[in-house]
């Protein structure tokens, strides 16, 4: 079965300190590939995503992901974390396939917390 | 541009009520999805649809049903509330072709 994997569930780090959350996928093909945030009490936001091409993606805010197919892996990454940047963090991947658009599957989120 | 929508933003019903969510869709979006977020879980995808048509289905009971109108905005349906449909309910919209999605803030619907 499909499925995401956050390992952490809880990261704190110092501001200004470099920041990276893992994401691991279970997928038969390469799938399409996103990172969301989520303020509390707020939707979701799109940081950025991958669906082919370049392995290393830019995002907005500063953040940026490597796809890296043999480890199966999307993780997220910041030089720098500001204090604003607390909050959860979702990986997410959709099947390929026009009659799956839209279809993403999360992972369980990692809540970043940023120390003064 | 508007972006996505939602209604209420917090709900309270007991159990065994009926509840209608509500979204309307970022201009131009043809797609409408839902998603079900418990406390302290990613998003879990309940169903799509596309031109009125359901178009795929997570797994969730048939107690979760949906509508999608002409203009795209669309309703979420659960009858027989239980206390574990107590969760964010998140509506996102995107264009059919592409699969990049936006979230609307979301309703918080407790079940008591």
């Known amino acids: 079965a499909q499925s995401v994997t956050q390992p952490d569930i809880h990261i704190t780090v110092s501001e200004g300190a470099s920041l990276e959350l893992r994401c691991n996928y279970s997928y038969g093909a390469t799938p399409y590939l996103f990172w969301y945030v989520q303020s509390p009490g707020q939707g979701l936001q799109l940081l950025l995503k991958y669906f082919s091409g370049d392995t290393l993606v830019q995002g907005i805010k500063g953040f940026e992901a490597e796809f890296k197919r043999s480890q199966s892996s999307f993780n997220l990454r910041k030089p720098s974390v500001h204090w604003s940047d607390a909050a959860e963090y979702f990986c997410?991947?959709?099947?390929?396939?026009?009659?799956?658009?839209?279809?993403?599957?999360f992972g369980q989120g990692t809540t970043l917390q940023v120390k003064p | 541009e508007t972006g996505v929508t939602q209604s209420p933003t917090h709900l309270i019903k007991t159990r065994g009520q009926q509840v209608t969510l509500r979204c309307s869709s970022q201009?131009?979006?043809?797609?409408v999805s839902w998603y079900q977020q418990a406390l302290g879980q990613g998003p879990q995808f309940i169903f799509q649809y596309y031109r009125e048509e359901e178009n795929g289905r997570g797994n969730f009971p048939p107690r979760f049903s949906g509508l999608q109108f002409p203009n795209y905005s669309s309703e979420l349906n659960v009858n027989a509330l239980e206390l574990d449909d107590s969760a964010l309910y998140l509506c996102?919209?995107?264009?059919?072709?592409?699969?990049?999605?936006?979230f609307g803030p979301g309703t918080r619907l407790t079940v008591l």
């Open positions: 201009s131009g979006h043809n797609t």
């Open positions: 997410a991947v959709a099947p390929h396939g026009s009659s799956n658009t839209g279809k993403l599957i």
């Open positions: 996102a919209s995107s264009l059919a072709s592409i699969h990049e999605q936006f």
